[in-house]
């Protein structure tokens, strides 16, 4: 189902308050809080065919596919990420609990399950590692103590410059202390024993680090996430973005899509509106970027304008996320037909997941870094009524963007035979890792398709098809200008670069967003309203 309204046939309606460029999840939010509490009328264009982002949907006849949520945690009904999606969306977004386990890790033939609750995670990692309980508890705590230290570094983000230049070391210090260094760093004080670790750190895909590049207080983010379990929108990811519109269009605001932008424009030094590519411009005295650091600063901002404020190399500092490459499948028989959990699977070739991955990009005939499955109409007890008989899979791999390059300046399903061939090749080996863990699913696949960093490059119009714009090293974390506010008067920035990797950071980044645009704290306002008592729905019953 397409969401937002077609630019083509409705066009630009009336005077906005402020223009949101892009429609991804932190673009949404910070457009419905400018209207819940700012009254803000608030233009979203899309250059998409519909509105969400990464958190879209696609349909091909008897399926649909999330092309970039497979779980989402902290839903809890008292967690302060449910309380931002029960305020964005009036309590429509319904969830899906994933069950007892939402993670499995898989390391040759040894199979590691990550239990929700930090005690079952804990009890069970002793089980597995029955010598390392210190290790574990100490881990546990490390987790613990980054995560908390990491809302004052948030809160640093929104503060006014003066503020922020006064109070920022003081209310940055501890996070910093976590984020400096490296996941492997930090592993390597907690245990020597790599198998340990390696399950530790078996969801580095989360944030698209190995543990030797990321940084401690991203991988810790990731894990405390999910430590209370996992969850799934009722009826898909597409429902995100349906349940924010109507805060949006209730206060006058519209969501375009099809609707590109092509520049920002810049008067005497403040934001002042938008041209889109067929010409026709849009003024408002706030515009808000939702289209990634990267593609904010070297490709919307007049030339001129980013390098007279050093912006174009600010960009320079920090290289893009990894690419991927998704293996969407269709099934001609349900998931309790073929008895697919829940769980997402994690399958490794060994435990050293720097050398994989490295040996990976270098050589792309080297064993599959990692191949993610995720099961989305297992999760989504709304599938079946969606598509009786049917059922669907996922499979993720990391694809460096450098091997598609050769294709860059093809058409969307105009490439070529030999990128056709290329994309085969990677699609059997992807198939092989399904294969070696879920058998039963061989010959139950009716349909298939393979997108690449050039599919997200196409859609989303990430420069280098990267998943998780700018990447979570130690270094991007000592970025202070990655903020809401910017240099240019009246241009403001939003999303994951703002904040952190995945859904809810990109969602959190349109809350700091929003508070800095309003000078309110929402986190707080939020946080203190009512909660909502409806806890997600049990996860599907096991065939």
């Known amino acids: 189902m397409k969401i937002g309204s077609s630019y083509k046939q409705h066009g630009i309606d009336g005077t906005f308050d402020a223009i949101v460029i892009g ?41 649909d596919w999330d092309v970039g949520v497979h779980y989402i945690g902290q839903t809890q009904p008292k967690a302060l990420l449910r309380r931002v999606f029960d305020h964005l969306t009036d309590g429509a977004l319904e969830w899906a609990d994933m069950g007892e386990v939402y993670d499995t890790i898989i390391i040759g033939d040894d199979v590691y399950e990550l239990p929700a609750g930090r005690r079952n995670f804990r009890r069970r990692m002793i089980e597995y590692f029955p010598g390392e309980v210190a290790a574990i508890d100490d881990y546990l705590a490390r987790i613990r103590a980054a995560t908390r230290s990491s809302h004052l570094y948030y809160a640093e983000k929104v503060l006014p410059a003066p503020l922020a230049t006064l109070l920022g070391p003081a209310l940055r210090f501890r996070a910093m202390r976590h984020a400096r260094r490296t ?8 245990t020597d024993n790599k198998r340990l670790a390696a399950v530790l750190t078996g969801q580095y895909g989360d944030y698209g680090l190995p543990p030797s590049q990321s940084s401690f207080l991203m991988h810790a983010l990731v894990v405390n996430h999910y430590l209370g379990g996992g969850a799934y929108p009722v009826g898909g990811s597409a429902r995100i973005a349906e ?25 005497r030094g403040r934001a002042v509106g938008v041209r889109l590519a067929d010409g026709a411009c849009a003024r408002a005295p706030m515009v808000i970027s939702d289209a990634g650091v990267a593609n904010t600063y070297r490709r919307l901002l007049p030339a001129e304008v980013a390098r007279r404020r050093g912006l174009d190399r600010r960009v320079g500092r920090i290289e893009p996320s990894l690419a991927h490459a ?31 991955l490295a040996e990976f990009m270098a050589d792309p005939e080297a064993p599959l870094p990692v191949a993610y499955v995720s099961f989305p109409s297992a999760k989504d007890p709304d599938f079946e009524r969606r598509h009786p008989g049917h059922g669907t899979i996922e499979v993720i791999t990391p694809a460096p963007y450098d091997l598609f390059r050769c294709w860059e300046a093809t058409r969307w399903k ?16 992807m198939l092989e ?5 879920v058998p039963q699913v061989r010959g139950a696949i009716a349909h298939q398709e393979l997108s690449t960093p050039l599919s997200t490059r196409h ?26 506010r910017t240099p240019i008067r009246g241009l403001y920035l939003t999303g994951a670069d703002v904040c952190s990797a995945g859904v809810g950071g990109a969602l959190f980044g349109g809350v700091l967003t929003a508070s800095a645009a309003l000078r309110k704290n929402l986190v707080t306002a939020i946080a203190r309203g009512p909660a909502r008592t409806q806890e997600p729905r049990p996860a599907p019953a096991p065939a």
Request: hydrophobic share 40%; no cysteine; charged share 25%.
């Open 23 to 63: 429609s991804g999840i932190g673009g949404l939010a910070s457009a419905a809080l400018l209207a819940r509490h700012g009254g803000k009328r608030v233009l979203v264009l899309e250059r998409h065919y519909t509105a969400g982002g990464f958190t879209h949907a696609f349909h091909r006849p008897g399926y």
């Open 183 to 190: 996941t492997a760093e930090v592993m390597a004080e907690v």
């Open 243 to 267: 349940t924010m519109l109507p805060l949006i269009e209730e206060s006058g605001g519209q969501v375009l899509v099809n609707a590109e932008v092509d520049e920002i424009i810049v008067e």
């Open 326 to 356: 998704s293996l969407y499948l269709g099934l001609d028989r349900t998931a309790a037909d073929l008895d697919l959990r829940t769980s997402n699977l994690w399958i490794y070739p060994h435990d050293d997941h720097d050398r994989a």
């Open 414 to 429: 105009k490439r070529g035979a030999d990128y056709e061939a290329f994309k085969q090749r990677l699609a059997d080996r």
């Open 433 to 437: 890792a399904l294969y070696s863990r």
């Open 459 to 484: 859609f989303i119009a990430h420069p280098r098809g990267e998943i998780y714009g700018l990447t979570h090293t130690p270094a991007r974390f000592e970025q202070r200008w990655l903020r809401p």
